[in-house]
């Protein structure tokens, strides 16, 4: 069982900055990503990256957001800049073990095939 805890979140005027930080026992084997859910609205895919660093981005961040991983600290990250109020929404890690390359995983956007996933935490953007 892989146990994923975020941190980073809070409150930011656009244009601003906020990295967000995830820990977990993960190693260097997972397809990881970011999540974002705004209330009454379906969890969209922000960011992904695979285990040999490769990284894909949903049009909506590309050139605003940069996903990262530092193995040694079992730590996945999300830098965010130029931060717009749509930004606004619970942010979450999530992991998975099995796929078939680096191109499925950075491509494939869909929370459904991930298995593991952190508690969220909330990123709030004022116009």
């Known amino acids: 069982q892989v146990q994923l805890v975020e941190s980073g979140g809070g409150s930011v005027e656009a244009g601003g900055s906020l990295r967000l930080s995830c820990v977990g026992d993960t190693g260097s084997g997972y397809c990881m990503g970011w999540f974002r859910q705004v209330p009454g609205k379906q969890r969209e895919g922000v960011a992904l990256?695979?285990?040999?660093?490769?990284?894909g981005y949903a049009d909506s961040v590309k050139g605003r957001f940069t996903i990262s991983k530092d193995i040694a600290k079992n730590t996945l990250y999300l830098q965010m800049d130029n931060l717009k109020p749509e930004d606004t929404a619970m942010y979450y890690c999530a992991a998975r073990f099995s796929y078939p390359s680096s191109s499925y995983c950075i491509r494939q956007f869909y929370d459904f095939l991930f298995a593991y996933w952190g508690q969220g935490t909330q990123v709030t953007v004022s116009s």
């Open positions: 990256i695979a285990g040999d660093g490769s990284a």
